[in-house]
């Protein structure tokens, strides 16, 4: 009995041994997963964090340019708001040039713009051409060779000066649509004078 007893001990010893190696191979395994799943949490929490940092970054740059891009903004409705002012007062003084130098501009307007034989009419608002300063372009149409205009009994709602029609075609020699010619041409002067100090 002796004998069994060795051979139920030993068994008993070998299975305690293996036993004991099966936890602590499950402890190391445990463990060596346990790294790699902590170390492959670190590198995630390090990557997130980097993209994290990217993306602010990204976004305080958006706000940045877009900031400017406000700021740019603001300053050009600023400085255009500025220009609008300029021709506006150019207008007023335009509308309120002494008669006789109105009526030289706007004899300049008909005899540079009438063909000959068109029919001018007169503005609804603001000063427009007397019959006498009519019977001026008339005159200097004839001697350059043109037909003379008639004056028309009609108005336009446009602020001084006058429109020549002709045929369907009409020119407009507004004070307005002067304005918005030469503010085309000018526009970028007038903003060189307004503003040289800033740049």
């Not at 309120?96 to 109105?102: G, H, M, R, S, V």
């Not at 029919?119 to 043109?146: D, F, H, T, W, Y």
């Not at 003379?148 to 429109?163: D, N, Q």
Request: charge should be negative; glycine fraction near 6%; aromatic fraction near 4%.
């Amino acid at each position: 009995m002796a004998g069994i007893d060795n051979i139920i001990q030993t068994i008993q010893a070998d299975a305690q041994t293996d036993a004991a190696q099966a936890v602590e191979a499950a402890q190391q395994q445990a463990a060596h997963i346990r790294a790699q799943a902590d170390a492959k949490i670190a590198a995630q929490r390090e990557e997130a964090l980097a993209q994290a940092r990217t993306e602010c970054e990204e976004i305080a740059k958006r706000a940045r340019v877009s900031a400017d891009l406000e700021k740019r903004k603001d300053t050009l409705a600023h400085k255009q708001q500025r220009i609008d002012t300029v021709f506006a007062r150019v207008r007023e003084e335009l509308a309120a040039l002494p008669q006789e130098e109105y009526d030289e501009m706007l004899y300049r307007l008909a005899v540079e713009n009438a063909q000959g034989g068109e029919v001018l009419i007169p503005c609804q608002e603001g000063r427009g051409p007397s019959a006498e300063l009519v019977q001026r372009v008339n005159e200097a149409l004839e001697k350059a060779g043109r037909k003379p205009l008639s004056l028309s009994g009609e108005e336009r709602p446009i602020f001084g000066g006058f429109i020549l029609a002709s045929g369907g075609v009409e020119i407009n020699c507004s004070l307005d649509a002067v304005l918005r010619f030469y503010r085309g041409a000018l526009a970028g002067e007038v903003a060189e004078m307004l503003f040289a100090k800033e740049a």
